[in-house]
């Protein structure tokens, strides 16, 4: 656009007009051949320098002035300046006709050619005259850098009359990309393809578009209004113009445009048909194929259905199994169905033909049929036949994205992906799960990639589907639920969870290794507590039986010798002494046994029927009661932890029998199988109840320590007590395998 050519041409001419202020003498070209100087800005002051010296200098100013003008009064010299030389805005003097002048709100571009080139002026600092195509003038003023070429910057402008415009350079559309015609007044030919008036450049301006061999040219018609062009489309034509590039900020050509600003500067060659709906109608099957005579650059005129209609972009034409893409500025609705006559222009797109620049009008008195797609296997969309033909296929959905406004179904079988486009957003979709099978009616449109094999046969890359509306979305079968998307979310929670339930379940081990440390320290301190308290009761139990018992035979024998020396029986006393001598030696000598089993457990056998014995004579001894021993035939000698407490326990129950019960009879019976040992011992004292009888809170102790002995060695206790019938108590241990 214009907007572009000012701030890409004369934009960058804005150099400081000042940097020029010298008193250089000016090179005034009244005629071209015959330069006069001229001394305006130099004057010269009495000096007392000799004249010699003056007269070199004068000659030196001479010579330098000559020299600078002569190379900045043509174009070509301006153009030849390099970027630093032309920044340094060297003094330039031209004498040209004007090609392009356009004037608007202030702003004005302007081209002029000498006989060696054309160049742009920047008139930022002159005094402009009203210029027009074909003035000759002359221009004072300075080169400057450019965006892209040098050109010149006027400080003062002169119209001399009406010039003769100069022949202009035929070109072609690759010259033209060259970027070596910028500013160059030139001709083109071409075929008119469209005609559009743009108000938003400046100034504004008729866009005429040429369709030239190998490719379109653009002619911007300054000012000039549209109305002037319409009967032009389809009409070859012969357009003289300036060339102007456009440049980025590398000083890098990348466009092109043709710049006129008279209708005049237009010349038809063949007029354009009458009627484009005239023409005779070319079948779709034909479109672009070989003609002897070359691909015609004309307007054709083509019949067909509407198959899509994408309001403001494009709309595809079917004529029975052949398809083409339409491009159209036209406004006027159509929808899927409609018979439309259409005159385009046929041009190659990336794989089929299509029509461009196209005007279409319904074919009265015909009824909008939509168009039967062709059902196809999906592989077969990119092998290039069903190009722009309106089809049905079935596929996997995939996924679904917006792309650019236009809702894009993925759809995927085996290996090839080809995504479906719908000119609507997402809500607008019917509910679709990612996986389900589809049916999608659409027209294909083949998609091409570079072609890395030798091969005449343009192989298609991938296609894609271009659909009408939502209702060619039809789902065949609805996936399931468990999408792999989903199954992969719900995967993560379960490993996550899994994960917090290994970290918790170890927390936990943790915590419970802790508790349980905790719970056998306690139970080690408690068992150590019990050890000790069984010890305590087991030097109780022992005290009692040994100690108290033997003291107990000895208070009695002391009763008896104190009952003899009342009856004055010495030989009485002696005995009762001598026994309680041997009842004290007995208890010392269980004390000490004691003592010793306390300190270093002993695992020597013990002849129990032999201390049973002992026991018989010294309780016989010490008390009137008569007493009956029974002991198996043969019985093995017993670990002394078996023996012991059996011993401790007859020991206490004789001493209760003759102490408490006062019993005139005791028999002590120890049987003896494979399996245990059983310590009977019954005597006809007097009864007591076994339940309620006195214990530890009342200072016995003797039946308790039985009942400890017993349970600690895994034994039974049975204990009855009749009136009349005395006491019986029996104890069985289990005898050691």
């Not at 653009?218 to 113009?241: K, T």
């Not at 010890?535 to 039986?545: K, N, P, V």
């Not at 100690?547 to 029986?569: F, K």
């Not at 102490?659 to 009879?665: C, F, V």
Request: aromatic share 4%; charged share 20%.
């Amino acid at each position: 656009m214009l907007t572009t050519l000012e701030g890409g041409v004369s934009g960058a001419a804005d150099h400081n007009a000042s940097a020029r202020q010298f008193f250089a003498p000016r090179l005034h070209q009244s005629n071209r051949h015959h330069p006069t100087l001229e001394l305006a800005h130099l004057v010269i002051h009495p000096s007392p320098m000799p004249r010699c010296r003056l007269l070199v200098l004068l000659l030196l100013l001479l010579l330098a002035a000559n020299h600078a003008q002569a190379d900045l009064t043509t174009a070509t010299s301006i153009r030849q300046l390099s970027p630093e030389a032309a920044a340094a805005a060297p003094a330039a003097k031209l004498r040209g006709v004007v090609t392009f002048n356009a004037q608007w709100r202030g702003q004005s571009n302007t081209a002029i050619q000498d006989t060696t080139a054309g160049i742009f002026v920047s008139l930022v600092n002159a005094m402009e005259p009203k210029l027009q195509l074909g003035d000759e003038v002359e221009i004072t003023g300075e080169a400057a850098k450019g965006g892209y070429v040098p050109l010149m910057r006027a400080n003062q402008v002169r119209v001399l009359g009406r010039g003769t415009l100069p022949e202009p350079e035929r070109v072609d559309l690759p010259q033209l990309r060259s970027g070596r015609l910028d500013s160059q007044w030139v001709v083109v030919e071409g075929i008119v393809r469209d005609v559009q008036h743009d108000g938003s450049v400046t100034p504004p301006s008729t866009i005429l578009t040429l369709a030239l061999p190998g490719g379109r040219a653009e002619v911007f018609m300054a000012l000039v209004p549209e109305a002037d062009f319409q009967s032009l489309i389809d009409a070859r034509v012969e357009v003289r113009a300036v060339c102007f590039q456009y440049f980025n900020a590398r000083r890098q050509s990348f466009q092109f445009r043709l710049m006129a600003c008279e209708a005049t500067q237009l010349t038809v060659l063949t007029p354009s048909p009458a009627a484009p709906f005239a023409l005779p109608i070319t079948p779709l099957h034909s479109l672009l194929q070989f003609d002897p005579k070359g691909t015609p650059l004309h307007r054709l005129r083509v019949q067909g259905r509407v198959s899509l209609h994408w309001p403001g972009e494009f709309f595809f034409l079917q004529d029975g199994t052949d398809g083409v893409l339409v491009r159209s500025r036209q406004k006027e609705p159509l929808r899927a169905g409609d018979q439309v006559d259409v005159a385009a222009f046929a041009a190659m797109g990336p794989y089929a033909g299509t029509l461009e620049d196209a005007v279409y009008q319904k074919i009265p008195n015909m009824d909008s049929q939509l168009a039967t797609p062709s059902a196809v296997r999906f592989e077969t969309l990119v092998d290039g036949r069903m190009d722009a033909r309106l089809v049905s296929t079935e596929a996997l959905l995939e996924s679904i994205a917006l792309r650019e406004d236009h809702a894009v179904l993925m759809l995927r079988k085996g290996s090839l992906v080809v995504p479906a486009e719908l000119p609507v957003p997402l809500d607008a979709l019917p509910a679709l799960r990612i996986g389900s099978l589809v049916r999608i009616t659409g027209v294909c449109q083949i998609q091409v990639g570079p072609q890395r094999r030798f091969a005449r046969v343009f192989q298609p890359e991938s296609a894609r589907l271009l659909l009408r509306g939502v209702e060619d979305i039809t789902v065949l079968r609805a996936a399931s639920w468990w999408t792999s998307q989903r199954l992969a979310i719900a995967l993560i929670i379960a490993v996550s969870g899994l994960g917090l339930t290994v970290l918790w379940l170890s927390g936990l081990h943790r915590r419970n290794a802790r508790l349980q440390a905790e719970i056998s320290a306690r139970e080690q301190a408690e068992a150590e507590v019990k050890r000790r308290v069984d010890e305590r009761h087991l030097l109780a139990a022992d005290l009692h039986d040994t100690l108290e018992q033997s003291l107990t035979g000895v208070a009695l024998q002391l009763q008896a010798t104190r009952d003899a020396l009342d009856r004055d029986e010495v030989d009485e006393e002696e005995a009762h002494l001598t026994l309680a001598e041997r009842l004290l030696a007995h208890s010392r000598a269980e004390v000490h046994r004691a003592v010793r089993d306390l300190r270093s457990p002993s695992q020597q056998s013990l002849d129990l029927p032999a201390a049973l014995r002992e026991l018989v004579r010294l309780s016989s001894a010490a008390s009137k009661a008569k007493f009956s021993l029974t002991l198996p035939e043969s019985l093995s000698d017993l670990p002394s932890h078996l023996a012991y407490p059996l011993l401790r326990i007859a020991q206490e129950a004789v001493t209760n029998a003759l102490k408490h019960a006062s019993a005139s009879r005791i028999g002590i019976t120890l049987d003896a199988d494979r399996k245990a040992l059983t310590l009977t011992i019954q005597d006809d004292g007097i009864s007591f109840d076994t339940i309620s009888s006195p214990g530890p809170a009342q200072g016995h102790f003797g039946l308790q320590g039985i009942k400890e002995r017993t349970a600690r060695l895994n034994g039974t206790l049975r204990l009855h007590s009749q009136h009349g019938q005395g006491t019986r108590l029996i104890v069985t241990l289990p005898f050691p395998t």
